[in-house]
Each structure stands twice: as structure tokens, then as C-alpha cells.
């Protein structure tokens, strides 16, 4: 019935599972404002009221966008209610809800991102006069509660502010929630007990032209702060906060003061002051001094791979003032005040299974110049000291992900060591175990992240460490003596040095790119290296035909290698590429299966241990095989050329030019027990030619002079492309010839289509 009179009454309404969509365009009409108001129409007739008991939303999407204002927000209302008398001009709105907001934006900054608000609210509603009053209103964000009062009027020129919000019982994340999450990076999971108070005002006018006054004060007394970064508290914390839009309301004007903080980490205190004003141009006044305890500390590091901490690091009057432009660039960093020291004692790390320690050292800054003096790292099978200066420390750290301003830290600094494992130390930045489980497009995700991060970090270095390590170990590989530089510039890493290793000395000169798909090019010059240790700490480079267990020697070699990766830090072994020129002198070779295929026409006694004089080549790895231009063995067991390639599958084709005059003599001597090496000269005997093809597993041996000889002649064509492009490298690489005595006794004019064979021919294989 109360339909029929002024006053209409609505005990319930309820609305759930759907969504609202609130749009103002630039000219401020909203889509909501639909009705068009009768010209004739007087107060007495549109002053009907209504009366609700509970209206009532659930689950209902808010979406909100105000381009006149450059303001937008997403909302889900879990649970609100709503009750009051209404009337077409003055009324009462009581409400409480549950809203999850998913963000808010306000003049491009996003507030309360994926954050829990609720309120409890009374509000007197005049819309003749556009004045909302706020009395006593409960807002709640996360976990913290907020008084509000005051009100709120649109005027004909924007909307008036004035508003008070406080809060005795606070906490410290309940402010970083109503603010900016860009304000408070790293912060955001800190929390706080203690006596926390707070306090804000916004006062004025808004609109396109201009803002109302923004003042926030918050405090901590007696308090403490914890996060997950801690392993423990810090205790006994109080500290000032000052936020202000200052004089002109705006970002130019605005100031943050953070003052008298004052902490304990394990009772060893802790003080920070922290000035910034002209949030348009930064202005930075920085300061900090205390004692770090590395078992509580660590965690602030951000490295997932550290468990733990130990030992302290002392900071000394470490301080920073200047604008935020000039500190990022290195051109005007002279006029940004800088210094102070950080100083080591025995501050360790538990990384995986690892500790690294930095036993002692000292880092002092003096203006853009740092220093670091007797800086010594123990663990992971290191004991490593840095000395040396840099520069440009500041813009480096300030510096964006991407280094647009192409900032270089410059610097010069020596790298001595005891001891050096490169493996353990490398396993820092590898994947975790668990990682490397991950999906495949996960872990490509990973490894391509751990590639941009070393290029990141390699475009800002500019410098020299001069290296000198007294032992070193990588993978297999054994050094000693290693003195040399590495050299930054550019993405790039340039090492040369020389080093004790293998039994003999080698020589290395490389150069790293890191940017994009990184690239290696490297030069090993090896002198009187063993060679059995040369193939065992290199890993038989991968293949198996022949082992560190079967050669013997010494090994003199010049190697060329060019290495190609892809974004994602897979090796691409279609495209490495390797040059080599290698001599072997007093050579032996043992258990070589391969060879004892010959025993038909030499004693297989001597196939099993083969010992050869000189022997030099050139060899090339290109398309993932093995490239063996011809080249003549002079051994015990028999003397040959041999030409051939070998895949990385273990695919073959090898070429053999065998003396038929020591095949004949040799069928009817006894095993030579002194391993002597048959001499050269066979004048007037023929030579027999045979072609090994196949697999490892799986090879045949055939009679072919004509293959064979022909193969031998492009051979000769590769020879002296690898032998240019060596010398392009290193200069003149000496080659042994093979003996002139030892031509074919026709001068190799046999008639097309003729074959040549002794008595017996060998063919077989497996």
C-alpha cells in the first residue's frame, strides 16, 4: 500500500552474481544519466521518499572509469548493504561492506592493488547542495582500521576535500597498502608492531587545475619490524614519517622525511635518515650507519639460493645527497655528495650447499670513486682477493634494466687466488635442481632470464682485472701459474694469459660476446703439453674413437675455436667451429681395436702398442664432423698416410695409403718388441690404398686407389685452407712433410681404369 502514498517502503532487495559498469566521458556525462527532468515539475511532486530497510549486493563486479578525471577502478563487492530514508534531495546512507580491490588508479598511480577494504559508514546525503559528511566512518585495509571524518561538496569548478583520518592502533604495512606499490618496492611485505600512530588531511579543491592538500604522518615508538627477508626482528624501532604535497599541491613541491629511525639487529643498532623532495626531479638526502648481522640480514640479498648467515658487516657513514638525474648519470655524478665504508668481518653466506665468506676487506666510497682494499672471498674451494678502484657506482645503481643511458662502471683492479674452482663458484648462478624439473618452457624461460641478467650486468663493466691464481680447476681441467688480464668493455669479455697445465705450458687469448646470442672466439697455443692429460682433461672432446687411454706423448698445438649460443644459453654444436694444427712427438697408441684390422698383413703385437716418431696436421671441426687432411705416421707397426672424417655420431670415412714393400718384409718377420719405427725408403715397391667407411659399430674396409687418391688431393685443399686461416691467427704453424722417398714407385701414373694389387687384398671391417 505504500505504493499509493509520498513515502514508499522497501523492506528488502537483493542483488548478486552480476556487475556494474560506471562510465564518465570527457564532457563529464556519466551512462548512467538517462532521465530527462520534466520542465513543469515542482519540489511538491518529486518529493516522495523512500524508505529501505536493506539493500543488499553480493558478488558483484564494479567497474569504474571517469576519463574527464583520468580515474579508473576495478572492484569486486564480496558483501554490501545499504539502508536509509531517500528523498530526491536530503538523506541518510548507512552502509557496510567486504571489497576486494583488484587496483585504483589516480593520475597515473595505482593504489590498493589486490588489496582486502572494508568499511562501516554514515554518511548525510545532500544533493541539492552536493555535501557528503563523512562521521566516524571505519575503513579497514587489510589489517589495518582508519578513522575518517569530514566531508566532501562538488562545487560548479571540482570537488572539495576535507577529510582527517587516523589511527592509534595502526600498523606499518596498513599505510604502504593505501599507498603506491612504485613508492615502497621491496618494502611491501614488511610489518610492524609496537605503538604506531597516524594521521592525514586532505584539504582543498580538485580538479583538472589543481589538487587539495595532502599531508601524512605516521611513527613507530618501541616497536618492531619483521618480514620474510629476516631471519630475525628488528627490535627497539621507532622513527618519524612526513608525507606533503607542499606549497603548490603538486608532485613538484612534494616531499617525503623519514627521520630519527633508529633499530637493533641483534642488539646491534642501526640509524636511517631519508629526505626526498621535487618528486618531478628528485632530490635525494640519504643516510646510513650500524652493524649488519649476516644471520639475520641475508635474506634482504633477494637470493632465493642463500639459506643462511654469518658474521657482520659494518657500515659507516654511508651517505648519499644530491639529485636523482645526477646520480644516474655519470657526466654530472661529480655533483652528488657521496661516502662512506662498508667494512667485512668474517660475513658469510650459505648458498645451496656452499659458503662463501668474506674473511676481511674493506669498500670505501669517495664521491664517484670507490675502492676496495684487501678484499678476500673463502668457499666453494676458493680463497680469492680483490684490490682495485672503480667508478660510476652510483649511476650503475641507479641505472634502469635495459642500461639506456649506457652507463660503465670503470675500473681497474687485480684478481689473485690460491685457489680457483670455476665449477663450484659457476653454480651460483645455474639453475636449481628443482628448476631444471620445471616444464621445458619454463626452464627456457629461466636459462633465456639468466642471459639477460650476465648481459645486463656485463654492459655496465669497463675495466681490467690483472689475474693471478696459483691453481685453478674447470670441469677436468687442471692449471696452475695462471697470470694474465681480463678485460670488459662493451658485452664483452676479453681473457689472455698464460698458464702451467697438462704437463706442459699453454697460452690463451679468447674473447666473450654476452649480447643477444653470445659468442666465443678463443686461441690455445700449447707447448710440450702431455698428450694423454691434453685428451683426458679435455674430455676426448666428446668422442671415443681416441682416448686419453690409448695416446701418448707430447703435444705441441695452435687451436682457433668459434662457439655460438642461442638466447636461451644452449650450446649450438651445428655451429661451432674448431682450427687446429697439432704435432706429436715420441708418440705411442695402444688398444686402438680399429687398427687391428690390419693384422693380415702385420703382426697384430704390433698393432696393440704402436709407438710413432714426429707427427704433425691440421684439423678442422665445421657441421658437427671431424676434418683429417692427409698426413703421414711413421710407426713400428707400419707406415701410412690416412685422410678421412668422422662425425660427431660416429659416422666415418677414412682414407689409407699403407707401403705394399713393408707389408711384404713384414708377413714374415716376428713381433719387434723394441718398438722401432720402419724406415722410409721403399723405392720401387707399390703402395696399397684402402677406404674405411661406416659407423664406430659397424665399419667396412675396401680396396680403392682411385677414391683414395683423389680424396687425398682435396685433402691437400683443406690442408692449406686451415693452414691460411691458422696463420691468419697465430702466424707461421711448421708442418711435417711426408718423405719424398716414399711416392709411388709409377710416379702415380697409373692408367685410367687399372687397379693395383699384391697377391692378397684386405677387406673385411664389422
Given at each position: ?10 523492506h ?6 552480476g ?5 564518465i566521458?570527457?564532457d563529464g556525462?556519466a ?15 518529486t ?6 530497510e ?11 572509469s571517469d576519463k ?9 563487492v564480496?558483501d ?20 576486494l580491490s ?9 593504489y ?7 568499511y562501516d ?7 541539492k547542495?552536493?555535501?557528503y ?28 576535500f ?7 592502533n ?12 612504485e ?11 609496537g ?7 586532505v ?6 587545475k ?9 611513527g ?16 627497539d ?10 606549497k ?5 613541491s ?5 627521520e ?6 641483534n ?8 629526505q626526498?623532495s ?14 649488519l ?19 657482520e658487516?659494518e ?8 639529485a ?8 654530472r655524478?661529480?655533483r652528488?655528495q657521496?661516502?662512506?665504508?662498508l667494512?667485512?668481518d668474517d660475513?658469510g653466506l650459505?648458498?645451496d ?14 664521491g ?12 666453494a ?8 678502484a ?15 643511458r ?24 645455474a639453475?636449481?635442481?628443482e628448476?631444471?624439473q ?8 629461466l636459462?633465456?632470464?639468466?642471459i ?9 663493466l ?7 691464481f ?9 692449471g ?9 668493455d ?12 697438462m704437463?706442459?705450458?699453454?697460452s ?7 649480447d ?29 674413437v681416441l682416448?686419453?687411454?690409448q ?18 644459453g644452449?650450446f ?8 687446429a ?30 709407438k710413432?716418431?714426429d707427427?704433425q ?8 664432423r671431424i ?12 707406415n ?8 660427431f655420431?660416429?659416422?666415418l ?8 714393400g713393408?707389408?711384404?718384409a713384414d ?15 721403399r ?19 675396401q680396396?680403392a686407389?682411385r677414391r683414395?687418391?683423389?680424396e687425398f688431393e682435396l685433402?691437400?685443399?683443406r ?5 691460411r686461416?691458422?696463420?691468419?691467427e ?20 697409373t ?5 693395383e ?10
Open positions: 500500500l505504500s505504493l499509493f502514498g509520498s513515502k514508499i517502503k522497501v528488502s532487495v537483493v542483488i548478486s552474481d556487475g556494474l559498469n560506471i562510465e566521458g570527457r556525462k551512462n548512467y544519466d538517462i532521465f530527462r527532468e520534466a520542465p513543469d515539475e515542482t519540489d511538491d511532486e518529493s516522495a521518499t523512500i524508505s529501505l536493506q539493500a543488499r549486493l553480493r558478488n558483484i563486479e564494479l567497474s569504474y574527464s578525471t583520468e580515474q579508473e577502478a576495478s572492484i569486486l564480496e554490501a548493504t545499504f539502508s536509509g530514508e531517500f528523498s530526491s534531495e536530503q538523506f541518510s546512507l548507512k552502509s557496510q561492506a567486504s571489497l583488484h587496483y585504483v588508479n589516480l593520475d597515473g598511480l595505482r590498493l592493488a589486490n588489496k582486502s577494504v572494508g559508514a554514515l554518511i548525510a546525503v545532500n544533493l547542495e552536493g555535501t559528511k563523512l562521521d566516524n566512518v571505519l575503513l579497514n585495509v587489510e589489517d589495518s582500521a582508519f578513522k575518517v571524518d569530514g566531508s566532501i561538496e562538488n562545487w560548479e569548478s571540482g570537488t572539495y576535507d577529510l582527517y583520518a587516523s589511527s592509534d595502526g600498523k606499518l604495512e596498513g599505510v604502504f597498502s593505501l599507498l603506491p606499490a613508492y615502497f618496492k621491496g618494502l611491501e611485505d614488511f610489518t610492524s608492531t605503538n604506531f600512530a597516524f594521521n592525514a588531511l584539504k582543498g579543491q580538485y580538479n583538472k589543481q589538487s587539495p592538500e595532502v599531508r601524512v604522518e605516521f613507530l615508538e618501541d616497536g618492531r619490524l619483521s618480514s620474510p627477508k629476516l631471519a630475525g626482528p628488528l627490535k624501532v621507532s622513527f618519524n614519517a612526513v608525507f606533503s604535497n607542499g603548490y599541491r603538486d608532485n613538484s612534494s616531499s617525503f622525511t623519514l630519527n629511525f633508529k633499530g637493533y639487529f642488539r646491534e643498532l642501526v640509524e636511517m635518515r631519508l626526498v621535487d618528486f618531478d626531479n628528485p632530490k635525494i638526502d640519504f643516510y646510513l650507519d650500524g652493524v648481522p649476516m644471520s639475520s640480514a641475508y635474506g634482504l640479498l633477494g637470493n632465493p639460493k642463500i639459506m643462511g648467515g654469518e658474521g658487516v657500515i659507516k657513514n654511508l651517505h648519499l645527497k644530491g636523482y638525474d645526477d646520480m644516474r648519470d655519470p657526466a655524478i661529480a652528488v657521496a661516502g662512506g665504508e667494512e667485512f660475513a650459505s648458498i650447499e656452499e659458503k662463501l665468506v668474506l674473511d676481511r676487506g674493506l669498500l670505501k666510497l669517495e664517484n670513486r670507490l675502492s676496495v682494499e684487501n678484499l678476500r672471498l673463502e668457499g674451494g676458493s680463497d680469492v682477493t680483490f684490490h682495485g672503480a667508478y660510476n657506482l652510483i649511476p650503475v645503481l641507479f641505472a634502469d634494466s635495459l642500461n639506456s649506457r652507463v660503465e662502471l670503470v675500473f681497474e683492479a687485480s684478481l689473485s687466488a690460491s685457489q680457483l674452482d670455476i665449477d663450484r663458484l659457476m653454480q651460483f648462478s639453475l636449481s635442481p628448476e631444471e620445471a616444464p621445458e618452457p619454463v626452464v627456457d624461460s636459462r633465456t632470464a639468466q639477460q641478467q650476465r648481459q645486463l650486468v656485463t654492459s655496465f669497463k675495466g681490467t682485472f690483472n689475474a693471478d696459483e691453481r685453478f680447476n674447470y670441469n677436468l681441467i687442471e696452475q701459474s695462471f697470470t694474465g688480464k681480463l678485460d670488459f662493451n658485452n664483452t669479455m676479453a681473457v689472455k694469459g698464460e698458464v702451467e697445465a704437463g706442459g705450458h699453454i690463451l687469448d679468447g674473447l666473450t660476446t654476452f643477444g646470442r653470445p659468442q666465443l672466439k678463443a686461441k690455445l697455443t700449447a707447448q710440450h703439453v702431455e698428450a694423454s692429460e691434453f685428451f683426458r682433461q679435455s674430455e676426448n672432446f666428446g668422442q671415443d682416448t686419453d687411454q695416446l701418448k706423448g707430447t703435444l705441441d698445438a695452435r687451436i682457433a675455436i668459434y662457439a655460438f649460443w642461442d638466447e636461451e644452449n649450438l654444436m651445428d655451429k661451432l667451429r674448431v682450427l694444427g697439432i704435432g706429436i712427438t715420441n708418440g705411442e697408441l695402444a688398444g686402438m681395436k680399429m687398427l687391428e684390422s690390419f693384422s693380415t698383413f702385420v703382426n697384430i703385437k704390433d698393432l696393440q702398442h704402436i710413432f716418431v707427427m696436421n691440421f684439423l678442422e671441426v665445421r657441421n658437427q676434418y683429417l687432411p692427409a698426413m703421414f705416421i711413421r710407426s713400428n707397426a707400419l701410412l698416410t690416412i685422410s678421412g672424417e668422422h662425425s655420431d660416429n659416422e670415412n677414412y682414407n689409407i695409403k699403407v707401403n705394399a713393408q707389408v711384404l708377413r714374415f718377420k716376428r713381433h719387434d718388441p723394441g718398438l722401432q719405427p720402419k724406415a722410409t725408403r723405392n720401387g715397391w707399390f703402395n696399397l690404398y684402402y677406404r674405411i667407411f661406416g659407423t664406430l659399430d659397424d665399419y667396412k674396409i680396396s686407389k683414395v687418391k683423389s685433402s691437400e685443399i690442408k692449406r685452407d686451415i693452414q686461416a691458422l696463420e691468419a697465430f702466424g707461421p704453424v711448421k708442418l711435417i712433410q711426408e718423405p719424398a722417398d716414399w711416392e709411388d714407385a709409377d710416379g702415380g701414373n692408367p685410367a681404369g687399372e687397379e694389387y699384391l697377391d692378397f687384398d684386405l677387406e673385411g671391417g664389422r
